[in-house]
């Protein structure tokens, strides 16, 4: 599996823009503040996205928030009775991790205590992995 087919499969570049929409607040806001905000402006993003399809194999489901964590639901249409190959997950999380923990908006986002998670199902909705991200996780936390 290429790279490009990974990052595509992970959706982050959608995600990321996501982000970026939500990390546009005002600077006097508190990183909690500034979370929230970001969160309101992903859900809306991503209630227009629901249903679509964001790579060949994959469908963007939709989300769900609690608190500041924000999890992104996506169904790999290509895989059934729960046959994932588990190398290709690690080589997934591998880049998502790179991407995800170098990318600005995330790392703003991540910082004010927020969590970004990636969950993927199979066609057939059994669960097949997710992918989650903290400060911590991309070395913020001080």
């Given amino acids: 599996m290429g790279a490009a087919k990974v990052l595509s499969i992970a959706g982050f570049s959608v995600i990321s823009g996501l982000i970026g929409l939500g990390m546009m607040a005002e600077r ?3 990183p909690e503040e500034r979370a929230a905000y970001a969160i309101k402006k992903m859900a809306k993003a991503a209630d227009e996205m629901k249903g679509s399809r964001v790579h060949r194999n994959v469908v963007f489901d939709g989300y769900d928030v609690s608190g500041q964590s924000f999890t992104y639901h996506y169904t790999l249409t290509h895989i059934i009775d729960g046959k994932y190959n588990g190398a290709d997950k690690a080589r997934i ?20 205590d927020g969590v970004i998670r990636y969950s993927y199902r199979g066609k057939d909705g059994a669960d097949l992995f997710t992918i989650a991200f903290d400060d911590a996780l991309c070395g913020l936390k001080s």
């Fill in 93 to 112: 999380a591998q880049l998502m991790h790179q991407q995800v923990c170098s990318d600005r908006r995330m790392k703003r986002f991540l910082r004010a």
């Fill in 28 to 30: 006097n806001k508190t």
